[in-house]
């Protein structure tokens, strides 16, 4: 049983770890473009596993800029996870052992909350250790391979994986939209609120981390108060 | 420079790793509010669409292969077709488009 959620896990995570490759790849070639060596840059990455935080972190770093500067903006960038993880608390069967809840956070990505939110019914940790026994490596080998080479996979290419993750979001969202028209209105919704964010001009100020946690908030927030789902056991 | 840079990285790592442990350690009570649960089963939707659009247009290096990424994309999760596939897609599709307008 656990095995058969592991492999599942593991399917799914191929196409995150080969868009986490890509993404982290570009992340060790900044790293070193800016002074850093390649061991602090690997550590990062092995550390944090996340992109927008990790990007961030190494402005404040080559600026010089103090912990509390490093705190506060791995807050702002990082706080969505806290709603993921909010989200999984209650989905997650961790069997009765809280070990795997302290495993399972270090994985909560966009990605693999993307793939395991999915999942029907209560959710396995073995689910998500499959897909971090991938995207893990692929996070940091990317980030390895970028900070050593700076120029192994053409740009051609890394431009092409850069929308892997984007194709699985939607693989994951569209097709409960079709049948569930609160739920595509909620899909529809939050795409609009983003390009606000993304276009208005005073609205693009706002970080990218923070445009996800208002949109998220007041979309999911809205449907759940105009449209209440049934009550569904998980 | 004047901070450690280990400490930095310290500091981001601890920072990232409370802002996942917490709600999953603490929250695992069973919530019952209609208005609660409703909430998190819209979230992953909500969260999941407004990080992929406009960000999937313009991820790659052109926009018009941006624009053909997040075409292919939606047709094929509209076939329901399995992650991987429409992921792999959506690669081909730019890299296809980037070619294509590269000749011109």
């Not at chain 1, 980030?143 to 290419?157: Q, V």
Request: glycine share 8%; hydrophobic share 55%.
């Amino acid at each position: 049983m656990n095995r058969t959620h592991f492999k599942e896990g593991f399917r799914d995570g191929i196409p995150i770890g080969l868009g986490y490759f890509a993404v982290s790849f570009t992340f060790g070639m900044m790293a070193v473009a800016g002074g850093m060596k390649i061991g602090p840059a690997v550590l990062i990455s092995a550390t944090n596993l996340t992109s927008a935080g990790q990007f961030a972190g190494l402005d404040i770093i080559f600026g010089d800029g103090t912990y509390w500067e490093m705190v506060l903006t791995q807050l702002i960038i990082n706080l969505r996870y806290s709603l993921m993880s909010f989200s999984l608390a209650q989905k997650l069967d961790d069997g009765g052992n809280p070990f795997h809840r302290f495993a399972v956070a270090f994985g909560v990505t966009d990605e693999i909350f993307g793939v395991s939110a999915a999942r029907p019914g209560r959710l396995s940790p073995y689910y998500n250790y499959g897909a971090m026994s991938i995207a893990i490596p692929g996070w940091v080998l990317g980030t390895l391979c970028g900070a050593i080479s700076g120029n192994l996979l053409p740009a051609m290419i890394m431009s092409a994986l850069s929308v892997a993750i984007y194709g699985m979001f939607l693989a994951i969202i569209i097709p409960p939209a079709k049948s569930d028209r609160t739920v595509l209105a909620v899909v529809l919704a939050a795409m609009l609120g983003s390009s606000a964010f993304y276009y208005v001009p005073l609205l693009r100020r706002v970080s990218s981390g923070m445009v996800i946690i208002i949109v998220t908030i007041l979309v999911a927030g809205v449907a759940a108060y105009v449209k209440p789902i049934e009550d569904t056991a998980g | 420079m004047v901070h450690n840079l280990y400490i930095h990285i310290i500091v981001m790592a601890v920072v990232t790793y409370l802002i996942r442990m917490l709600p999953l350690v603490l929250l695992k009570k069973e919530i019952t509010s209609p208005f609660v649960r409703s909430f998190l089963y819209y979230v992953p939707f909500a969260c999941l669409a407004a990080m992929t659009f406009p960000a999937i247009i313009y991820a790659p290096d052109l926009l018009v292969a941006g624009i053909a990424g997040f075409a292919v994309a939606l047709v094929l999760s509209y076939l329901e077709q399995s992650l991987i596939v429409v992921a792999l897609a959506a690669c081909a599709a730019v890299f296809v488009a980037e070619r294509l307008t590269s000749l011109f």
